[in-house]
């Protein structure tokens, strides 16, 4: 759930925020908020729901796209992104502001500073224009959970020389890493690779919630997890 961490961290929303810090199950929190329910009151189709509409709106979901994934009336997707919107009223700010900013300086940043230029943002065509705002509001977000696994990546491969480790770094997908790990250090390397992941937005940048990081291991990546 690295994005919608960074999500939290950019937006400075307080129930994203106070979720994280409380590991709270960010799905669940989200259906409370939307529907208005106790936390023993969310059935599991209030969690999808939920769900999708948290990893949507990291990619400027609209209502279409959100009644496609979620089988529902276009009308009830809208009334569910408004919702959600109200409840967090940190990221719908967070979403005006860089659309805004985009438009003015023609691009966005990551979180470490990396840009993407948007010269799409200020189009007449509403498609080119509309996609560029999308990626405008996704870009710091997705972008910077890139840069944080990369400088993960990077402190991994210092660490394992540094702590004579017999583990070697197999593969990157999305927000995991997986190794190949001798079995007699299995536990040490656990321990490191948690560690590290962890702390690496340090010392470049501190999010206002934690990165939590859970570790599988088995004979093969499915059994890992």
Known sequence: QIELR????????????????NDMDIHTKTAMDVFGVAKDEVTSNMRRHAKAVNFGIVYGISDYG???????????????????????????EYMDDIVQDAKQKGYVTTLLNRRRYLPEITSRNF???????????NTPIQGSAADIIKKAMIDMAARLKEENL????????????????????????????????????AP???????LDVDAGTGPNWDDAH
Do not use: W
Request: proline share 2%; hydrophobic share 45%; charged share 30%.
């Open 204 to 210: 470049a940048l501190e999010l206002s919630v934690p």
């Open 127 to 137: 498609n080119l224009r509309s996609f560029a705002e999308r990626t405008a509001m």
């Open 166 to 201: 017999q583990s070697r770094l197999l593969l990157q997908v999305h927000d995991e890493l997986i190794f190949e790990v001798a079995e007699a250090q299995v536990d040490q390397t656990r321990a490191v690779v948690k560690q590290v992941m962890e702390g690496a937005c």
């Open 6 to 21: 960074v999500l939290a961290h950019i937006a400075k929303d307080e129930k994203l925020v106070e979720a994280f810090r």
């Open 66 to 92: 959100l009644s496609q994934s979620l089988d529902i009336t276009r009308k009830e997707a809208g009334e569910f992104i408004k919702k959600y919107l109200e409840s967090f009223p940190g990221v719908k």
